[in-house]
């Protein structure tokens, strides 16, 4: 019989070791690709929505200046020289934290001279 009929039972029908193969390559994939993309996805839409109009920012090119008003999906960040730049949402960084300079022994102590 080349069909088999429907309701019928056998061996053969029972689930092949590829099915299984498959979808554990379908699982591996999910768990070492698409869950930590969407998490990175969830933690910039997280990171862009930090900051508000006023604030000092920081692009993603390493410019800094304030933020002074969102139009249209641009933000105009305005420098310290008074220059007013429009960049799209995402290259926005966030809030900038000014690095804190720790003391450093450069010249070494005087008894080492």
């Given at each position: 019989?080349?069909?088999?009929?429907?309701?019928?039972?056998?061996?053969?029908?029972?689930?092949?070791?590829?099915?299984?193969?498959?979808?554990?390559?379908i699982l591996v994939l999910y768990l070492t690709w698409?869950?930590?993309?969407?998490?990175?996805?969830?933690?910039?839409?997280?990171?862009?929505?930090?900051?508000?109009?006023?604030?000092?920012?920081?692009?993603?090119?390493?410019?800094?200046?304030?933020?002074?008003?969102?139009?249209?999906?641009?933000?105009?960040?305005?420098?310290?020289?008074?220059?007013?730049?429009?960049?799209?949402?995402r290259a926005i960084l966030g809030r900038y934290v000014?690095p804190t300079q720790e003391p450093s022994d450069e010249?070494?102590?005087?008894?080492?001279?």
């Amino acid at each position: 019989m080349p069909f088999p009929v429907l309701g019928a039972t056998s061996a053969e029908s029972s689930g092949s070791p590829m099915t299984l193969i498959f979808l554990l390559v379908i699982l591996v994939l999910y768990l070492t690709w698409f869950r930590p993309n969407r998490k990175k996805m969830m933690a910039e839409r997280a990171r862009l929505s930090l900051f508000e109009i006023g604030d000092e920012v920081q692009t993603t090119t390493g410019m800094v200046g304030t933020a002074v008003r969102e139009a249209d999906g641009l933000i105009t960040v305005r420098t310290r020289s008074g220059v007013e730049l429009e960049f799209v949402r995402r290259a926005i960084l966030g809030r900038y934290v000014a690095p804190t300079q720790e003391p450093s022994d450069e010249g070494g102590s005087e008894q080492d001279r």
